[in-house]
């Protein structure tokens, strides 16, 4: 499965394996993708592999679409993924959580630390 073209449902799907070899399908399907109305949905629902290259598009795509003020999510993110975009920092390049899914746990990690401060 490549991540050329963006599916009927306005998602852009990642691929098991999302490595440099596949950063250059992911561009091309990343510039169509800013034409959905709705916004940039990337379903990372299969995906289990992240890789540099690809982590540095997401990156670019999410500081553009903030920049152009457009919608962006990133969905279906395992607990792995989602531990490495967290200490990546990825979820708080604007200062909230881009990455659905994450604004979740944050939330949940700031109030067990609220609760241990008190």
Request: hydrophobic share 40%; charged share 25%.
């Amino acid at each position: 499965m490549t991540c050329e073209q963006p599916m009927p449902d306005g998602a852009l799907y990642l691929p098991v394996n999302c490595t440099t070899t596949t950063a250059e399908d992911l561009r091309a399907g990343l510039v169509l993708a800013f034409d959905n109305p709705d916004g940039l949905v990337i379903d990372a629902g299969d995906t289990v592999v992240i890789g540099q290259a690809v982590l540095q598009l997401l990156i670019a795509a999410q500081r553009d679409a903030e920049r152009e003020d457009i919608k962006f999510a990133i969905r279906g993110l395992n607990d792995q993924l989602t531990a490495q975009f967290a200490a990546y920092g990825i979820d708080k390049l604007t200062g909230e959580p881009s990455v659905a899914g994450i604004d979740a746990d944050l939330s949940d990690a700031d109030s067990q630390d609220e609760g241990t401060n008190k």
